[in-house]
């Protein structure tokens, strides 16, 4: 749920993803120059059934104790995935067993308006 502007949002998300992403290194300046900026405004989030799943129209949030993982829905798309991999992959973002949406994680579904250089407006 949002918690501030979007405006907001978008400039502490970009930095926070340039420098403290723990699984990358930070941006360089050199890296920077070459960056490609793209943006998902994400809907609310609605609990969805694993069958219900549209890889390309879904992106997903999956929740188990403290752990939590959210994949976009352009991610399996880019990468060839079928629901039962983005499904397996969202779990694995939270650190779950892969198959830990079978056995009881909570999921939720979302859309996203995507904008950015690459993409057309």
């Known amino acids: 749920m949002p918690v501030s502007p979007l405006y907001l949002a978008v400039a502490e998300t970009a930095r926070a993803a340039a420098f403290e992403d723990t699984r990358f290194h930070p941006v360089d300046r050199p890296q920077a120059k070459q960056l490609k900026v793209s943006l998902s405004v994400l809907s609310p989030l609605f609990a969805i059934q694993p069958e219900d799943v549209e890889v390309g129209r879904h992106g997903l949030v999956v929740s188990l104790g403290g752990r939590r993982g959210l994949l976009l829905p352009q991610v ?24 830990e949406w079978r056995k009881g994680a909570s999921l939720e579904a979302f859309s996203a308006e995507v904008f950015g250089e690459d993409r057309p407006f």
């Open 76 to 99: 399996p798309v880019e990468h060839g995935w079928d629901r039962e991999t983005f499904l397996e992959q969202t779990c694995r973002k939270a650190g779950l067993p892969s198959d």
